[in-house]
């Protein structure tokens, strides 16, 4: 069976309320009654008490006071008799008294008996009270006074009717007071389920109001994290499903035209469709093509591998300025071929904390990248240490990047000049993405610097040994 959790609500509020008006009311009418019942008591003890006093200061016999005592009672329906040591009543009638030997011992001792209820020795159920009468230090009887409880308990009914009302307004109150409760949080919960149904379908826009207030209000703020999360995650997901698409169009593109090249020759030659003065010469392209996809395999190898942390560094302290130096001497003969000057600028007794073969590779590709952008230009080698760190700089003269593709750069197969035809430099586009890479590797980091038409510059930042002495 389903029951709506407003219901539930409502029925566990109205449950708890009525058990514990119940347990009060008991409570309550249970003290009501002692306390009626002990008042009672006390009043009678008091007039008792009274009535002893009284006839000790009597000359005349104490009949006039017990007269006047009588009067007042009555008034009050409050009877009294004064038995003797015998058990004999001596006014206002005679006959004997109907006392149990307990309760002739307590008075005889000296001690008050009160009795709140009985209902058995006398007309009438009353409360009575029985005082020792003393003279001369000798016990000569008592006194009873006793008074119906009828009158009692009509006020105790009374008091228990007051009682049923504030209750009965009380329940008519918290009900209403429940189901408002109830209705705040059983909508802020359906505000809950709509919006997960909403997530369930795809919208990730949704947001909920939170707050510390409560548990539900907590409840909400973590469901709007979770949102924020998953649309950033699905955002991720579908940038990296274009980056796949755009990378098997690159791939494609890369790998179409050197096997357009091969195939065409191979059938040139297969054909004798080739000058024998010309086959020399295709076979070289068919070799520089060949190479070309190996470099490209290589290349996309060795991106996964870095991405993966698959590679594994060995750093030492290395001489800053011998690996810019060996950068110059690599590179200088293609810097010649586009009139391009590499200089070196390094300040003494710079050092270098890093792995050597990788320092080379991250080097040798961005000013690779310098010279292929630059003509008749200078490419700058600056190394110089920092505050726990140290700083390579490498600073060309080229025709520099636009605003828009400079944080694009790093982006595996991204080229800023989109025309794949007429590029012959940096290949593949995977370049600077596998420096960025490394760079993150050495704990290091690495920004760029670029103005259209003033040059580019590149600053690398890495940590120094902190384990060193």
Same mark, same amino acid.
């Given at each position: 069976m389903r029951i709506k959790y407003i219901y539930q609500q409502i029925i566990s509020h109205i449950s708890i309320l009525v058990v514990a008006f119940l347990v009060? %009311?008991?409570?309550?009418?249970?003290?009501?009654?002692?306390?009626?019942?002990?008042?009672?008591?006390?009043?009678?003890?008091?007039?008792?008490?009274? /009535?002893?006093?009284?006839?000790?200061?009597?000359?005349?016999?104490?009949? +006039?006071?017990?007269?006047?005592?009588?009067?007042?009672? %009555?008034g009050?329906?409050? +009877?009294?008799?004064?038995?003797?040591? $015998?058990?004999?009543?001596?006014?206002?009638?005679?006959?004997?008294?109907?006392?149990?030997?307990?309760?002739?011992?307590?008075?005889?001792?000296?001690?008050?008996?009160?009795?709140?209820?009985?209902?058995n020795r006398f007309e009438q159920a009353v409360t009575f009270v029985l005082l020792p009468y003393f003279q001369h230090g000798s016990f000569i009887g008592g006194i009873l006074l006793t008074s119906p409880i009828s009158g009692s308990r009509e006020m105790i009914s009374q008091i228990?009717?007051?009682?049923?009302?504030?209750?009965?307004?009380?329940?008519?109150?918290?009900?209403?007071?429940?189901?408002?409760? $109830?209705?705040?949080?059983?909508?802020?919960?359906?505000?809950?389920q709509e919006a997960t149904s909403l997530v369930s379908a795809g919208d990730y826009s949704i947001k909920l109001p939170s707050s510390n207030f409560d548990e539900i209000g907590e409840l909400a703020e973590d469901f709007n994290e979770m949102v924020q999360k998953l649309h950033e995650s699905n955002e991720e997901i579908e940038s990296l499903e274009n980056r796949r698409r755009q990378f098997m169009a690159d791939v494609s593109h890369e790998l179409r035209t050197p096997l357009t090249t091969i195939n065409g020759v191979i059938q040139g030659l297969k054909n004798n469709m080739i000058p024998d003065e010309e086959k020399e010469k295709s076979i070289s392209l068919v070799s520089k093509e060949t190479n070309r996809l190996i470099r490209l395999v290589n290349e996309n190898l060795d991106y996964e591998k870095i991405r993966s942390n698959q590679v594994k560094l060995i750093k030492t302290e290395i001489e800053l300025v011998e690996v810019l130096e060996i950068i110059k001497d690599q590179l200088e003969l293609l810097a010649e071929k586009k009139q391009n000057q590499i200089r070196v600028d390094v300040e003494e007794n710079v050092m270098i904390y890093a792995d050597y073969d990788r320092i080379?590779? *991250?080097?040798?590709?961005?000013?690779?990248?310098? *010279?292929?952008?630059?003509?008749?230009? /200078?490419?700058?080698?600056?190394?110089?240490?920092?505050?726990?760190?140290?700083?390579?700089?490498?600073?060309?003269?080229?025709?520099? /990047?636009?605003?828009?593709?400079?944080?694009?750069?790093?982006?595996?197969?991204?080229?800023?000049?989109? %025309?794949?035809?007429?590029?012959?430099?940096?290949?593949?586009?995977?370049?600077? $993405?596998?420096?960025?890479?490394?760079?993150?590797?050495?704990?290091?980091?690495?920004?760029?610097? $670029?103005?259209?038409?003033?040059?580019?510059?590149? /600053?690398?930042?890495?940590?120094?040994?902190?384990?060193?002495?």
């Open positions: 009060l %009311s008991i409570l309550f009418t249970h003290y009501v009654e002692t306390l009626v019942y002990t008042n009672k008591a006390d009043e009678l003890t008091e007039y008792g008490e009274n /009535i002893v006093h009284d006839l000790e200061r009597s000359r005349n016999g104490g009949e +006039q006071v017990l007269d006047e005592y009588n009067h007042v009672l %009555s009050r329906n409050i +009877q009294y008799m004064i038995f003797d040591e $015998s058990r004999r009543i001596v006014y206002p009638t005679g006959g004997r008294i109907l006392l149990k030997d307990e309760e002739w011992n307590k008075i005889r001792s000296g001690q008050t008996v009160t009795v709140k209820q009985e209902r228990n009717q007051y009682l049923w009302y504030a209750v009965l307004a009380a329940l008519i109150v918290s009900i209403i007071l429940s189901w408002v409760l $109830s209705k705040v949080h059983v909508n802020r919960i359906k505000r809950l080379i590779q *991250i080097l040798i590709n961005i000013t690779k990248n310098s *010279i292929q952008f630059t003509q008749n230009g /200078i490419i700058t080698l600056r190394g110089l240490a920092g505050y726990e760190e140290t700083i390579i700089e490498i600073e060309d003269t080229g025709i520099g /990047i636009d605003p828009e593709d400079v944080e694009n750069i790093w982006r595996r197969f991204y080229k800023a000049d989109l %025309s794949r035809t007429t590029n012959p430099y940096g290949e593949f586009g995977l370049g600077l $993405s596998i420096v960025k890479k490394l760079v993150q590797l050495h704990d290091g980091e690495i920004n760029v610097f $670029s103005e259209k038409g003033k040059g580019t510059k590149f /600053i690398i930042r890495f940590p120094k040994n902190h384990l060193k002495k």
